[in-house]
């Protein structure tokens, strides 16, 4: 780094290390606030949901630029360099109203804020770092980059890995992602079957069941790797495709027995069945605790009745993982769920319905979406469906376990789809910088405007900030820590990516909303994703802004 750039990331390092003290000290106040005997008590948790979310935004947006600014050293790329930056600046400037919601909350003194923000770095680091200068500078260097910024060192099995599918993603996934989207096409086995064949079903399943695993750890980093090159051709045709076998695979090598996993992840390995994940349900949304449908025991297993939504890929799949209510006793909550495997035809229809022998019926409707088509997501109604004793992940061990049998996955689904937001956030970049190269506008090419090459930098620097995030979180996770980071993380990029998408939308003018243009499927398919994986605000509240607290007061606490 030159020696003004130098500079600035030692204020950025220095204001984002106060920040740091200041929001552990709003979080241990937060908390004070919502304990009631010495635990976090949900109905004051509930009270502070505002403050709380702000709390957890603030927390995710410090995480990323952390991560960002961690990379700098004497010999860090300039380009790298200018958008850690940038994506530093603006996330000091949110974090700055975010804790002021906080401290305002517990009626704090908030002359610890006052004092970061007078800092003569931090008005120096603004006018170096992110005005206008600077901003275009950045901004033309991200105009030659093609959107390779956010550069992660990877050993060679990893570099590897990421230029075959980044390849495998260009030259087959993009060319067909256009007509899946626009037709709402299932997706064709002129994917899968490549797919199978380059072993992306067996990415989270251990080589001695047939996957492409490590036997002796997780390999986090590489679910990342793979899964952000496939969602940048397109995130419902190929994108979200090994988050299902991965939730399923970590639940059977978690609670299955010694019989499942031998039966069932080398199938899944070989992708053959695909599977789907069937634990959302109409009243209950991200509630997984108050799942209601039903299973009710009967001679050699168990009878479902009761309806699952937004089951994504549930027609197209050959075995569904259904959390399934099998304690009739709603008052144990998450206590009485277990997961079953559900075996079914697979249907490339929008509808189906599969009577079994013994009258037992699963039908399925898939629901219109205004994007992440392809995989479809359907509603799904069970009625005294029949699911054998050998099914139940666990046994009859495994009955009242599955809601931690599904929590075995989260983890790694959150990270895929925190991945997932960077590969659609990497494909709205370069679609930008090459529409606005080659669009002139009142004489002059779009990309030579100051607020062209502004928006280019921005984009770039939040799109660098959560790449780095996302595969250092990775590698923490796959040490055997890292849920709360791998949640502040999913946070911040799917929001992310629909900011990064919007931005790319508008920079292509009338032609940006017009589906023949790919940047109009990435604006709508990245919407989708502060949704699933753990809707937005569930997170903010229930995961992060609830550890948070439980954190900086050093408990376990549970619920009142």
Not at 167 to 184: K, W
Not at 202 to 208: D, H, M, N, T, V
Not at 220 to 239: I, N, Q
Not at 495 to 508: D, Y
């Amino acid at each position: 780094m030159d020696e003004p750039i130098h500079e600035h990331a030692r204020w950025a390092r220095q204001l984002l290390r106060a920040l740091r003290a200041a929001l552990d000290q709003g979080t241990a106040l937060l908390a004070q606030a919502c304990l009631v005997d010495g635990k976090l008590a949900a109905r004051r948790l509930d009270a502070k949901q505002v403050s709380s979310f702000e709390l957890a935004w603030a927390g995710a947006e410090l995480l990323a630029a952390e991560a960002a600014l961690a990379a700098l050293d004497a010999e860090a790329d300039e380009l790298q360099a200018r958008l850690a930056l940038v994506f530093a600046v603006d996330a000091i400037t949110s974090i700055f109203d975010r804790l002021d919601v906080v401290y305002d909350e517990v009626t704090a003194d908030a002359t610890v804020l006052s004092a970061i923000r007078l800092d003569p770095a931090w008005s120096a680091l603004r006018r170096g770092a992110a005005g206008s200068a600077a901003l275009e500078a950045a901004g033309r260097s991200v105009a030659l980059s093609d959107g390779e910024v956010g550069v992660f060192e990877l050993d060679e099995p990893h570099a590897l890995a990421q230029d075959a599918f980044r390849r495998f993603s260009a030259e087959v996934v993009a060319p067909q992602g256009e007509a899946i989207h626009r037709h709402d096409l299932t997706v064709p086995e002129s994917l899968l079957q490549p797919m199978r064949e380059m072993g992306v079903f067996g990415l989270a399943i251990p080589e001695q069941y047939g996957g492409s695993g490590p036997d002796d750890h997780d390999d986090t980093l590489l679910m990342v790797v793979v899964t952000e090159a496939l969602s940048e051709g397109s995130l419902a045709a190929a994108g979200s495709l090994i988050t299902r076998p991965e939730i399923l695979s970590r639940a059977l090598i978690t609670g299955g027995t010694a019989q499942q996993k031998t039966h069932w992840l080398p199938r899944i390995a070989a992708g053959d069945p695909l599977c789907a994940i069937a634990i959302t349900e109409p009243d209950f949304g991200s509630d997984v605790a108050a799942l209601a449908l039903k299973g009710t025991r009967t001679p050699g297993g168990w009878l479902l009745n009761g309806a699952k939504t937004w089951c994504t890929f549930a027609g197209k799949a050959g075995v569904l993982m259904v959390v399934t209510r099998t304690d009739a006793d709603r008052s144990v909550g998450y206590k009485g769920l277990s997961v079953l495997l559900v075996e079914k035809p697979s249907y490339d229809t929008h509808e189906f319905e599969f009577v079994q022998e013994r009258g037992g019926k699963l039908t399925g409707r898939a629901i219109p979406t205004i994007g992440y088509r392809g995989m479809h997501s359907f509603d799904l109604s069970f009625e005294d469906f029949f699911v054998p004793d050998a099914n139940v992940i666990g046994g009859e061990e495994g009955l009242g376990k599955g809601f931690y049998f599904t929590m075995a996955g989260m983890v790694g689904g959150r990270m895929q789809t925190a991945a997932r937001a960077c590969g659609v956030m990497r494909a709205a970049l370069r679609a930008a910088i090459r529409y606005t190269s080659d669009r002139k506008v009142f004489g002059a090419p779009l990309a030579d405007y100051p607020l062209t090459l502004a928006k280019l930098a921005r984009m770039a620097a939040r799109l660098a900030a959560c790449r780095r995030a996302a595969y250092s979180v990775a590698k923490v996770v796959d040490s055997g820590e890292g849920r709360m980071e791998a949640s502040l993380v999913k946070l911040l990029a799917c929001r992310s990516a629909e900011m990064v998408t919007r931005e790319a939308l508008q920079l292509h003018g009338g032609m940006g909303y017009a589906e023949e243009s790919a940047v109009s499927r990435y604006f709508v398919d990245a919407r989708v994703l502060s949704i699933f994986e753990g809707a937005e605000e569930t997170l903010a509240l229930k995961v992060v802004a609830r550890g948070m607290m439980e954190r900086a007061l050093g408990i376990a606490a549970a619920g009142t």
